[in-house]
T-cell receptor, first 114, second 112 residues
Framework: EAGVAQSPRYKIIEKRQSVAFWCNPI?????LYWYQQILGQGPKLLIQ????????DSQLPKDRFSAERLKGVDSTLKIQPAKLEDSAVYLC????????????FGPGTRLTVT | KQEVTQIPAALSVPEGENLVLNCSFT??????LQWFRQDPGKGLTSLLL?????REQTSGRLNASLDKSSGRSTLYIAASQPGDSATYLC???????????FGEGTQLTVNP
């Protein structure tokens, strides 16, 4: 079974620029999550999708971050404009539509904002 | 608001030692608790998942316990090896399908 795929793996941009990350979840997984992990901290949920719909985006800085999940499969997370404090690893995870599931994580995208 | 704390933040041990990592959470009304491993530059690998009705889970040299009423979990690693060196993260899920709330992790180094 293929795992969660993410691209790019690394990205360096200047502040005020825009950036987008892509995630392809495990086939058949209905729920998709984007987490932000700042160096030395645990991951923090940014947004959760159930199929096409948003379940939880309470911690997403909506003035600069946006995310979409087209056709309930792939997802993109965008930052516009980026700030220095957005430097982090962005992790995508997915889980199957079952009661006792666990979340499967991708390798992450490391973003550096200079 | 759920908060998860992990102690110690870092741990260095000689190969072969048995060790315990600690995790505490402020709201005992959880659905499950997971322990993850994270290698540098990599994503998270799930090690053990304990449902709220369970007391412990075991996988190989790993044993995780859960005391929901006191808001604590421990991860026991037996006969540690250099390959166990990584950051170990504890996370709780408050309701089925909800977000995971993570601790800040314990960075483990096992010296040959």
């Amino acid at each position: 079974e293929a795992g969660v795929a993410q691209s790019p793996r690394y990205k360096i941009i200047e502040k005020r620029q825009s950036v987008a990350f892509w995630c392809n979840p495990i086939s058949g997984h209905a729920t998709l999550y984007w987490y932000q992990q700042i160096l030395g901290q645990g991951p923090k949920l940014l947004i959760q999708f159930q199929n096409n719909g948003v379940v939880d985006d309470s911690q997403l800085p909506k003035d600069r971050f946006s995310a979409e999940r087209l056709k309930g499969v792939d997802s993109t997370l965008k930052i516009q404009p980026a700030k220095l404090e957005d430097s982090a690893v962005y992790l995508c995870a997915s889980s199957p539509p079952a009661l006792d599931y666990e979340q499967y994580f991708g390798p992450g995208t490391r973003l550096t904002v200079t | 608001k759920q908060e998860v704390t992990q102690i110690p933040a870092a741990l260095s041990v000689p190969e072969g030692e048995n060790l315990v990592l600690n995790c505490s959470f402020t709201d005992s009304a959880i659905y499950n608790l997971q322990w993850f491993r994270q290698d540098p530059g990599k994503g998270l690998t799930s090690l053990l998942l304990i449902q709220s009705s369970q007391r412990e889970q075991t996988s190989g040299r790993l044993n995780a316990s859960l005391d929901k009423s006191s808001g604590r979990s421990t991860l026991y690693i037996a006969a540690s090896q250099p390959g166990d060196s990584a950051t170990y993260l504890c996370a709780v899920e408050e309701t089925s399908g909800s977000r995971l709330t993570f601790g800040e992790g314990t960075q483990l180094t096992v010296n040959p």
